[in-house]
């Protein structure tokens, strides 16, 4: 058994704010802004590939050696990886391949209590990086998150009350739309940060693997 395993973030082209990669994906939301980052397929491939024959070939190891991170760019954006040749470890065991193999079709094994997501590589990565066999432990909203879907995530967090800005009209706050018509003077209010990134809270780099 082979793995590498990947920290990811990228730098938000239209606020700032960093985005984390937690999965093998074309399209990211920036919790932050809520504005869909999408990335070509074969600029990812290449950033992929090149990971891996460093690790595989240079034995050049990141995140083990010095765990600093490198700065580079795709697409324009600055782009923060860390990665190293390692097992996919969870509350200090080591998930080996036989538990991957028997879980695959499942698409996840639970380890004390935590789901972590297995799957084998999206259609045209598994193709360019058909040495790689499986991912696992990716973020399970972006991994499972369709091109072209805009739709803004709202993490399940119940609707709050938030007083129109013009009338002080109560509004109903649930996290799907930044921009609030008011039912009673037809204003329309803009969410402020603080209540907005409790429904977009803005997403930690999460460590998931390349394995084989
Ligand atoms: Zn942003
Ligand atoms: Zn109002």
Same mark, same amino acid.
């Given at each position: 058994?082979?793995?590498?395993?990947?920290?990811?973030?990228?730098? #938000?082209?239209?606020? @700032?704010?960093?985005?984390?990669?937690?999965?093998?994906?074309?399209?990211?939301? #920036?919790?932050? #802004?809520?504005?869909?980052?999408?990335?070509?397929?074969?600029?990812?491939?290449?950033?992929?590939?090149?990971?891996?024959?460093?690790?595989?070939?240079?034995?050049?190891?990141?995140?083990?050696?010095?765990?600093?991170?490198?700065?580079?760019?795709?697409? @324009?954006?600055?782009?923060?990886?860390?990665?190293?040749?390692?097992?996919?470890?969870?509350? @200090?065991?080591?998930?080996?391949?036989?538990?991957?193999?028997?879980?695959?079709?499942?698409?996840?094994?639970?380890?004390?209590?935590?789901?972590?997501?297995?799957?084998?590589?999206?259609?045209?990565?598994?193709?360019?990086?058909?040495?790689?066999? %499986?991912?696992?432990?990716?973020?399970?909203?972006?991994?499972?998150?369709?091109?072209?879907?805009?739709?803004?995530?709202?993490?399940?967090?119940?609707?709050?009350?938030?007083?129109?800005?013009?009338?002080?009209?109560?509004?109903?706050?649930?996290?799907?739309?930044?921009?609030?018509?008011?039912?009673? #003077?037809?204003?329309?209010? %803009?969410?402020?940060?603080?209540?907005?990134?409790?429904?977009?809270?803005?997403?930690?780099?999460?460590?998931? %693997?390349?394995?084989?």
């Amino acid at each position: 058994m082979e793995s590498i395993a990947l920290e990811i973030k990228l730098e #938000c082209k239209s606020c @700032g704010n960093s985005i984390a990669m937690n999965a093998m994906n074309t399209e990211f939301e #920036c919790k932050a #802004c809520c504005e869909y980052v999408k990335l070509s397929q074969g600029a990812l491939i290449e950033c992929y590939t090149e990971i891996i024959r460093r690790v595989v070939k240079d034995n050049d190891n990141r995140l083990k050696v010095t765990g600093s991170v490198i700065p580079f760019f795709l697409e @324009g954006m600055q782009c923060t990886r860390l990665y190293g040749k390692k097992f996919p470890f969870y509350d @200090g065991a080591q998930l080996d391949m036989e538990t991957i193999e028997k879980n695959i079709e499942a698409g996840f094994v639970i380890i004390h209590e935590k789901k972590i997501l297995l799957r084998r590589l999206p259609r045209g990565f598994d193709q360019a990086l058909s040495n790689v066999k %499986y991912l696992v432990g990716e973020d399970e909203v972006q991994a499972n998150h369709l091109p072209g879907d805009t739709r803004k995530q709202a993490d399940g967090i119940q609707p709050v009350l938030f007083s129109c800005l013009s009338c002080g009209g109560a509004l109903s706050v649930d996290g799907t739309t930044r921009i609030l018509e008011c039912n009673y #003077c037809k204003n329309s209010s %803009y969410i402020p940060d603080g209540l907005w990134l409790k429904f977009h809270p803005v997403s930690m780099v999460k460590r998931w %693997y390349l394995v084989w």
